[in-house]
Every structure is written in C-alpha cells, then in structure tokens.
C-alpha cells in the first residue's frame, strides 16, 4: 500500500475503533501519516517509543500508601489525561516499534491497548489507539531482513488491522513539495531516480530511505546559506545515503546548478518569450514535472483564473507524455482547482491536443 491507501485504511479502522498496526521500513513515513491523520481529524497526538520503555514501566512502579498498593502513572498515560480533563476533543495514542520491545512490554502494551487498561488505569473513551513496527523475517517480502525485532505471539497480532506500507515515490514528492518542503534539488534528483527514495546496496552499510533524504534537504538548505566547501556536504550525504548515491546525487548539483524560470516571474510576466519557451524546450522533464508542480501549488493558493490560463499555457509547452502524466495527477489529486483548469480553454485545448482530437 502506497501513503494515501494506508492513510485511508488507517482513517476507516480507528473510526471504526479497531486497532491498526502500520508495517514499514525504517523511515518510510509511519509517524508522518499519523501525524497527518491527526491534523486531518483535530486529534491530539500522544508518541510512545516501546523501543525505550522497560519492564513495569507503562504499568508504573508500585507504591504502598495506608496498607494499598498503588501504581505510579506513565507520564505519557498523565499528558493523555491532562489533555482531556482541558479541552474537548479526542486523543490518538500511538505506540511506535512495538515489536523492538522485550516480551514483558509488549504484554504491558497489549493490556493498555486491547484491554484499555493497566495496573487499574483505564484509557477514557475519547482515546483512539494506533500502533507501528518494522518488518520482521516472519513475512514473506522481508525474509532477508536484518532488523532486529520481537515477534509478537499469534494472539496478540491477531487483534490489530495489518497495513503494509510501501515507499511511493510519487506519494513522497508530492509530499516533500507540499507539506515536507523538502529542497528542490533533492526533489528533482528523486523525481530522476525514483529507485533511490529507498535503496540499499549490497556492498554499503548505509541504506537510502525517506527519512535520510529528509535530513540531505535540511543539510543543503543550511549549506547554501554558509560557507562550506563541496566537500563537506558530500560527506555529510554520503553519512545519510551512501558513497554511491552521494556521488551521483553531487554530480546531479552539479549538472543543474542553474535553475530553471522561477514559478513567481511565470505568473507576473506580460507574456511568455521566447527565451522562456526555448528554456522549457531544453528542460529535462524531471525539472519540468518541479515546475508545474510548483506552478500548481501557487494555484491553490490564489485560485484565480489568470493564473489557470497561465499554467495552462506553460503546461501546454511541454512534452505531450509529460503534459498527459500532470494531467491525469491533476484530476486525481487537486480537486479543489481542476474545475478551475476545465474552466480555461487553453488547458482545454492542451488536453484536446495529447489525444488527438479536433
């Protein structure tokens, strides 16, 4: 399942108040969908690491006051009842690396999830429950995997909803141009070697995945902003991805260090020239992808027809494969400004044109 398909399934199951357990690679994206879920429905997230807790730790130490025992509370379970005594929504807690746990916290855990209770603690009905883990040699795909897990025992895995989640480059560019904002330059290199959002060699120790890239964007973006040599930040992407990708991904700076048309003078320019159209002429399609994508995201900001008809037009000036591709991602994730384009008659016409029709 790619991010959108688990962010739904995820959505249907805690609404339905089951239990889902996300299955993904270290950094593809979990926690990131979890957050997104919980923007989406106005929830307060509460993040435990079970990698960290141990044995009795979420059950709390026990205390003896006039003769009764009593159970200290986890202060993630207090921020949790904290929360709703002050405000009126609903929490999610999410209970990361469940299976980097011993035995002993994952029976802690499973009480606090399936049975809503622990060491007299009960979760309030305003608490929705998600979990996450890594992949473990169990599963079929994984076989060769090197993460070092507890596997939980068949009872206890039989009471969540299994998603497996896959690295979607699409998904993460879109992501990364949006929300992420992730550095153009790391965009458009992914954009040309999708195989790369996560990739492990058999000859390094290092293995390329989402969060990594994450960090190479924030290193270049304070890079451009100080003096350090070249040098430098290949040795800062090669810690993150590899000698191999951070070889390649240096050469790719190199070779496209000068930008293309910015997105803001295409929108306030009288008329497009021929300097900006033989510029688009000679763009590769990963920068012209960048581009109209950027060129969208200022679209749903103003949502002005002007800026329909410009769009249109720059897009029109792009190879028709190309063209087909942004067409048909635009149709099924904007929403909100496809009618706007449908209204232009020079989208129009463009789309007329990638099919062949009068």
Known sequence: ???????????????????????????????????????????????IDANLLKEGEIGGLPMVVGGKTFYATHHKLMEIDTYLENN????????DEINRSDHSVQQELMNLILNREINGYKL?????VAAAMNPTN????????????????????????????????????RWGME???IHEMVIQFISNFREYL????DDEYIRATPRSWERVSQALKVFET??????????????????????????????????????????????????VRDEIAQASHSR??????????????????????????????????????????????YGDIYPLLLNSDLFLEGFFDCYGRS
């Not at 009126?88 to 209970?95: N, Q, S």
């Not at 309030?124 to 929705?128: E, F, I, Q, T």
């Not at 190309?322 to 149709?331: A, T, V, Y």
């Open 226 to 275: 100080r003096h350090y040599e070249n040098k430098t930040l290949y040795h800062l992407v090669k810690g993150n991805v590899g000698t191999r990708l951070a070889q390649e991904f240096m050469a790719f700076l190199e070779e496209n260090k000068n930008p293309l048309i910015s997105t803001q003078d295409l929108y306030e320019m009288e008329v497009v020239g021929q300097f």
């Open 179 to 181: 929300e992420g904002q």
């Open 138 to 173: 169990k599963m079929d795909d994984f076989r060769n995997t090197d993460y070092q897990v507890v596997d939980m025992d068949p009872a206890q895995e039989d009471r969540f909803i299994w998603f497996h989640m896959d690295s979607d480059p699409r998904e993460w560019i």
């Open 288 to 333: 012209l992808y960048i581009l109209a994508k950027n060129m969208v995201i200022r679209l749903k900001e103003t949502k002005s027809a002007k800026d329909a008809d410009r769009f249109s037009e720059v897009l029109n000036l792009m190879p028709k494969d190309l063209r087909i591709s942004i067409m048909k991602e635009l149709k099924s994730d």
């Open 198 to 201: 996560n990739y492990a060699s």
């Open 124 to 128: 309030s009905d305003r608490v929705l």
């Open 88 to 95: 009126p929504g609903y929490v999610l807690l999410f209970i």
């Open 1 to 47: 399942m790619n991010y959108k398909e688990t962010l739904d399934a995820v959505e249907l199951s805690l609404l339905s108040r089951s239990v889902p357990l996300i299955i993904g690679e270290s950094g593809i994206g979990k926690t990131s969908l979890i957050r997104e879920f919980c923007k989406k429905n106005e929830l307060y997230l509460v993040n």
